[in-house]
């Protein structure tokens, strides 16, 4: 089975939580590319990559030069030590990646005992996450 999320949606959700936008574009396969308004910049941009998913883990890198790659580290260092919500599901690895614990988030560790998540993938206008029902 496969659920579809536009680029639209994402973006849309994102700027309804956090009051700011947040374009997102394909990269590749299992590359999507980010941009952010920076005050007194123009925009900065960031490719996020899906690199493995370990059962509920999905482990995930980022590049955008070393400087982007630093601002981003310590951003998501600070959220953790923030512990604001989500910050237990994030774990910091070496080498600009990340480990998200899907199966630990309070709201989708429960989905995860009813599915099988296979593979997230990306095409020009669409996230497609794809997974099968437990029996």
């Given amino acids: 089975m496969q659920l579809k999320l536009s680029y639209t949606e994402i973006e849309s959700f994102v700027e309804s ?3 700011r ?3 997102i574009s394909y990269g590749g396969p299992h590359t999507l590319h980010l941009s952010y308004k ?3 910049m123009s925009s900065v941009g960031l ?3 899906v690199d493995r998913i370990l059962g509920t883990d999905l482990i995930l890198s ?3 030069g070393a400087g982007i790659e630093f601002m981003v580290r310590t951003a998501l ?3 953790q030590s923030q512990n604001q919500p ?3 599901i994030l774990e910091i690895l070496d080498g600009s990646r990340l480990l998200i614990a899907l199966g630990k988030s309070e709201n989708l560790g429960p989905l995860f005992d ?3 998540l296979q593979d997230i993938h990306f095409d020009e206008q669409s996230v497609m996450i794809d997974f099968t029902p437990k029996p």
Avoid: A, C, M, W
């Fill in 21 to 23: 936008e947040l374009p």
């Fill in 114 to 116: 009813r599915i099988d």
């Fill in 47 to 49: 490719d996020i990559n």
């Fill in 62 to 64: 980022y590049s955008g």
């Fill in 77 to 79: 260092k600070q959220f």
């Fill in 38 to 40: 920076v005050p007194l």
């Fill in 17 to 19: 939580k956090t009051n």
């Fill in 86 to 88: 989500g910050s237990e």
